[in-house]
């Protein structure tokens, strides 16, 4: 029998794969519900390319949801389809998610993981990088115009210029290149830098295609899962199960399985195992696109080289055009006071969750939005407005960063479904380890903190 069955090869489920079948002792066996490719050779040349973004209508290598939400539904996750941007949060994030869950995500805590991991080009042999890890990290030596004259502006708005948005002393003030995580040109991904390097070992096996519907469990222990694959159905059983398949189809699967909201479970006629918040407090960081006219870029290159940081907002200069002719600066508030809401409308597994975003319901979040709009249009030197809330509801997107639905906290703790190492509360042999446990939002793009996050868990694991 499997030792550990991983649901989801995404970001989160690469690195735990990895980490954990490296202990020969150790059956692993790992569930993707999309395409999986035998070797890097195979590899799609758009799930090698930084500067592409494989997530439009034509796009299969995605999730999609009501809401114009997407994740990575492919070998490698998210991590495989997005922009390679790779910085890690500051350190008063940690602060508050150590408060909420526990010691070991203190900022002082986590460093030593996000060192172990980098292969820092630029910055490797400072205190507080990596050298050597598995994730290569460079920042981008010939920007395009179009990032360059964006850094002109910051700078001649009073801007400082951070040269390593890694740096552990983050003031949360300024602009600079993006850490990317990029080999040689090409994205690297979790698939890429964790994955495929084991998958020689006997004691692994990834299967693809395959989705998951329900966990088995015997009481209040989880034994194992039923799946299906195209019209074959079956049942694997494991000693433990670590879910990895996001935020959406982690929550998802919990409440197919009768964890989760006593009223939701009960509206759809799942029986009750046990009541917990499943969905409930989730957030996301809502971003503004501002678009102008502008030429064409001159190449291909990664979507961000530089962004401005402004405490809890972020200014996203793209060098894509998502709109024919038109460039964008998104503007994105990184730690918002609303949060939304996951639930399901069907135990269905092929009819996608719906995710209430609930944006700009505090007050607060709309000035500060206001405020990065401003900003932008200062920078722009672009007239915009007026910004009122009609405006920005019409121009309001998402950054696809969706966390926090299956929160992490202490017993006791009414927002909280796992513990401090991702366990679920009040059922064994289960645990959760991707971006759905995350408890406060993050002021950064949360692929770094995703990778930590899974190497961490998977370090309690084999203690």
């Not at 179009?146 to 850094?151: D, I, K, L, Q, T």
């Not at 929550?251 to 006593?262: F, K, Q």
């Not at 299956?406 to 009414?414: K, N, Q, S, V, W």
């Not at 759905?436 to 939002?441: G, H, L």
Request: charged share 20%.
């Amino acid at each position: 029998m499997t030792s550990t069955l991983i649901v989801g090869a995404g970001s989160a489920g690469c690195v735990l794969a990895a980490r954990l079948s490296a202990d020969p002792a150790r059956s692993v066996r790992v569930f993707e519900a999309g395409p999986v490719f035998a070797t890097m050779g195979e590899l799609p040349v758009e799930l090698l390319d930084p500067g592409h973004l494989p997530v439009g209508p034509e796009s299969r290598l995605v999730w999609r949801y009501p809401g114009n939400l997407v994740r990575g539904k492919v070998i490698g996750g998210s991590g495989a389809i997005n922009g390679s941007y790779f910085i890690r949060p500051p350190a008063d994030d940690f602060a508050a998610w150590s408060a909420v869950a526990g010691p070991r995500w203190s900022f002082e805590s986590v460093l030593p993981v996000f060192c172990a991991l980098e292969d820092d080009a630029d910055f490797g042999t400072v205190p507080g990088h990596g050298i050597g890890g598995p994730i290569p990290i460079s920042r981008t030596c010939d920007p395009s115009e179009f990032s360059v004259e964006f850094a002109r502006q910051c700078v001649a708005a009073g801007f400082t210029e951070i040269p390593d948005l890694n740096t552990p002393a983050d003031t949360g003030v300024g602009f600079g290149r993006v850490p990317l995580a990029i080999s040689r040109g090409r994205r690297a991904g979790p698939a890429i830098t964790h994955l495929y390097p084991g998958l020689h070992r006997s004691n692994l096996i990834l299967t693809g295609e395959t989705m998951v519907t329900r966990l088995l469990l015997r009481g209040t222990r989880v034994i194992g899962v039923e799946w299906a694959r195209g019209r074959e159905r079956g049942t694997t059983y494991a000693d433990e199960v670590v879910l990895c398949a996001g935020a959406v189809e982690s929550a998802a699967l919990l409440i197919r399985s009768g964890i989760g909201p006593e009223p939701l479970l009960r509206s759809l006629g799942v029986p009750v195992l046990r009541p917990a918040p499943v969905g409930a407090w989730c957030t996301d960081h809502p971003e503004i696109g501002i678009e102008f006219a502008g030429a064409e870029p001159a190449r291909s290159t990664v979507a961000l080289e530089y962004v401005l940081e402004m405490d809890d907002l972020e200014l996203r200069p793209y060098t894509a055009m998502f709109t024919p002719g038109l460039r964008r600066v998104g503007v994105a508030l990184m730690r918002p006071e609303s949060t939304g809401e996951l639930t399901l409308v069907s135990t269905d597994p092929a009819v996608a969750a719906r995710v209430d975003q609930r944006y700009l319901r505090a007050g607060q979040d709309r000035a500060r939005l206001r405020e990065g709009v401003a900003r932008t249009a200062d920078l722009l030197g672009r007239r915009i407005g007026p910004v009122d809330d009609s405006w920005l509801r019409a121009n309001l997107g998402t950054s696809q960063h969706l966390s926090g639905t299956c929160r992490m906290g202490r017993a006791g703790d009414e927002r909280a479904v796992v513990d401090e190492r991702g366990r679920v509360h009040g059922i064994e042999a289960l645990t959760v380890a991707d971006l759905s446990v995350v408890p406060v939002p993050l002021r950064r793009g949360p692929q770094a903190t995703t990778v930590m996050l899974a190497a961490s868990i998977a370090d309690h694991m084999v203690v």
